[in-house]
């Protein structure tokens, strides 16, 4: 897994089955985009954008564009959730999904986390309006890769 730091100053994560892009909006809120697996090497790194936000704004808002992302490793799976278990009062997870994978894994964490802290939406203008809450000006973004940084295969997803 590469990670480059990206001139908008987003945070660009590439591994050859799966990319992500995370930004950090302000007021504990970040967005991440997601092409293809979500991998285990990503946990981390969300995990670590997650407790500067709580430390800063003593909460975690996690906006995750995943329509492109069919499903995650297990591995993925367990780190965020574990995480999120721990930190369920301070923290909250909107996926905008079509996968029903993924629909079915914000379910299960739920239930392992003991707490709504997950949840997943399949509207684009409902999914921006949750995160509007906390910064006005949230939209969607397109996951944009540099030149140099091959698709994930779609399939792999």
């Keep these: 897994m590469n990670?480059?730091?990206i001139e908008d100053r987003s945070w660009?994560?590439?591994d050859d089955r799966g990319v992500m892009r995370s930004y950090e909006l302000g007021g504990g809120m970040m967005l991440y985009v997601c092409r293809g697996l979500q991998i285990g090497e990503f946990a981390p790194h969300v995990i670590e954008d997650g407790a500067r936000q709580i430390q800063?704004?003593?909460r975690c808002i996690y906006m995750v564009d995943a329509l492109e992302s069919n499903r995650m490793e297990t591995d993925f799976r367990d780190q965020m959730t574990e995480w999120l278990k721990k930190n369920?009062?301070?923290v909250e997870a909107h996926l905008l999904i079509r996968s029903m994978l993924l629909k079915m894994a914000v379910s299960v964490a739920n239930l392992v986390i003991?707490?709504?802290t997950t949840h997943a939406h399949t509207d684009v203008e409902a999914w921006e309006a949750v995160g509007q809450?906390?910064?006005p000006g949230f939209k969607r973004r397109?996951?944009?890769l540099p030149d140099d940084v091959p698709e994930p295969?779609?399939?792999s997803c």
């Design 88 to 90: 369920s009062q301070r």
């Design 3 to 5: 990670r480059r730091k």
């Design 12 to 14: 660009l994560y590439v």
């Design 56 to 58: 800063e704004f003593q």
């Design 114 to 116: 003991g707490a709504a």
């Design 153 to 155: 295969p779609a399939s």
């Design 142 to 144: 397109p996951l944009v």
């Design 133 to 135: 809450r906390v910064n």
